[in-house]
């Protein structure tokens, strides 16, 4: 059974910081590219970050660039996201996502978490 679990939201300051995490089992994490997904309160949910499946490469919203940093330790399958000088407008729903193309048949794996709250207020 595919599990992803968050934690780690919650209530902070602005200019505060958090780190999630998401741990992962019943699928091999090594092989997924993995991401964070927020979705504030009557807007789209969007891409926050990514890391490959080896952590070789990163990439985030223009938003959270110089704020954020994604990482995975594979051995824990687990991946993180840091999240250093909190703003209001960082206030969302967090989802982590594990993603994979098989190669051979081209087949598509796609999984959620449940999400996790974070709320940046003073």
């Known amino acids: 059974q595919v599990r992803l679990v968050e934690s780690g939201g919650g209530l902070v300051q602005p200019g505060g910081s958090l780190r999630l995490s998401c741990a992962a089992s019943g699928f091999t994490f090594s092989d997924y590219a993995m991401n964070w997904y927020r979705q504030a309160p009557g807007k789209e949910r969007e891409l926050v970050a990514g890391?490959?499946?080896?952590?070789?490469?990163?990439n985030y919203a223009d938003s959270v660039k110089g704020r954020f940093t994604v990482s995975r330790d594979n051995a824990k399958n687990t991946v993180y996201l840091q999240m250093n000088s909190l703003k209001a407008e960082d206030t969302a729903v967090y989802y982590c996502?594990?993603?994979?193309?098989?190669?051979?048949?081209?087949?598509?794996?796609?999984?959620w978490g449940q999400g996790t709250q974070v709320t940046v207020s003073s």
């Open positions: 996502n594990a993603r994979r193309v098989d190669r051979m048949t081209s087949r598509r794996y796609n999984y």
């Open positions: 890391i490959t499946s080896i952590g070789g490469s990163t």
